[in-house]
């Protein structure tokens, strides 16, 4: 039996992954610039990301277009998304318990949310409430105050819903999306403040 890579998409799910791709490839190497001088392993990363690249054609074919109309949960993820950014900044930067322990304490907190209710939707608001707690992650010199974590978890929220059934099951999702929209935030705050 062949496999194929030519598969059928439509337009919608192809931009929501080539987003996604993107950005984390950004990410990628923004991180490979800035702590390695070294050209064997910068060499070693290149053909990691042909890799990875190669990985994101694969997953690819398995996503379903099935995703692609908004629903009532999708404005419910969005504000999950924000008071999960919120309350990890708040836990991280005025309660100091630091970052990490902030996230968990969060992420530990939706997740039993969501074993309580037991529903399909509930566990996709511990996923929100978890991805805007790396949002919250944030360090006071990037993200100044809680409004500014407020816009950032909005802009989150607003890329979980696009990239549903996009990277199903794959590590580092919510840690890329959340990177994607304090990105996209710095930016508008870049261009706005001059």
């Not at 910068?42 to 990875?52: D, E, K, N, P, Y």
């Not at 819903?161 to 996209?184: N, W």
């Amino acid at each position: 039996m062949k496999h194929k890579l030519i598969f059928k998409l439509d337009l919608n799910t192809l931009l929501r992954f080539i987003f996604i791709a993107f950005f984390q490839l950004l990410f990628f190497y923004v991180t490979l610039i800035n702590n390695f001088d070294n050209y064997l392993l910068a060499g070693l990363f290149f053909l990691f990301s042909i890799l990875l690249f190669l990985g994101y054609l694969i997953a690819l074919k398995n996503i379903s277009s099935k995703y692609s109309k908004l629903q009532l949960i999708d404005s419910l993820i969005v504000l999950t998304c924000i008071l999960g950014g919120i309350l990890t900044y708040f836990i991280n930067h005025f309660v100091s318990l630091g970052a990490v322990i902030s996230s968990a304490i969060v992420g530990l907190t939706g997740g039993l949310l969501a074993k309580l209710l037991n529903t399909k939707e509930a566990n996709s608001l511990a996923l929100a409430f978890y991805c805007g707690s790396y949002v919250g992650m944030s360090s006071i010199n990037v993200l100044e105050n809680i409004f500014i974590v407020a816009l950032a978890a909005f802009f989150t929220g607003l890329i979980f819903i696009l990239t549903k059934g996009i990277f199903k099951g794959y590590g580092g999702k919510l840690g890329t999306m959340a990177f994607i929209g304090v990105v996209i935030l710095i930016i508008f705050m870049k261009v706005l403040g001059g």
